[in-house]
């Protein structure tokens, strides 16, 4: 038989038989937790008699559960640049990657666009960002960014499936060496 317990500011306010009935109560008192609570065992005097015997003259020592992380299988690797890179940078990456998915984030529009394995994605802010890489992570995408944004880096680096590579542009003497800096972070995050 399931029951509901309806909680305000941790105290029980009450007992109800149904869920309608402790809605009420809710609505009543102007917000609080229902839970509910189901008959697991119903054991009479000489039963819990004999289980405390049982129970005081056995040793139980705790056991923990093993923690097994979660495999979330990745389905592609995806390269996304962040709004401080340009269409140059993209595009000579994607002519050394031509089976790599490129996302290259741009301010001053909305959307996204597509020209053969790049992808203009239109954002407004860091969290734009963010949101964009967590969708990609949620399709089971491994997600390989490329930031100046220290605070951006800093968040996405949280992330499981994501790796973030902060770079900043002014470090390099020419386009070419930063593009080789970032070949090379493309080619250990993907494993070649």
Request: aromatic content about 8%; overall charge negative.
């Amino acid at each position: 038989m399931v029951k509901y317990i309806v909680v305000n500011n941790n105290r029980i306010i009450g007992f109800y038989n149904n869920l309608n009935e402790a809605i009420e109560a809710i609505v009543e008192i102007g917000g609080g937790e229902i839970y509910r609570v189901e008959l697991v065992a119903k054991i009479n005097e000489e039963e819990a008699h004999s289980l405390r015997e049982i129970v005081l003259s056995t040793s139980i020592e705790p056991v923990e559960a093993p923690v097994v992380p979660r495999k979330t299988i990745v389905s592609r690797n995806v390269a996304v640049l962040d709004r401080c890179f340009t269409d140059e940078h993209i595009g000579k990456l994607a002519e050394l990657y031509r089976d790599l998915d490129m996302y290259l984030m741009k301010t001053g529009g909305s959307g996204v666009e597509k020209k053969n394995n790049i992808n203009y994605v239109y954002v407004e802010s860091s969290l734009d960002v963010c949101s964009f890489v967590e969708e990609l992570v949620a399709q089971n995408y491994r997600v390989i960014v490329f930031t100046c944004d220290k605070k951006l880096y800093t968040h996405l680096s949280k992330k499981p499936n994501v790796i973030v590579f902060y770079k900043l542009i002014e470090e390099y003497s020419s386009i070419d060496d930063l593009i080789e800096s970032i070949s090379n972070d493309i080619r250990k995050a993907i494993g070649g």
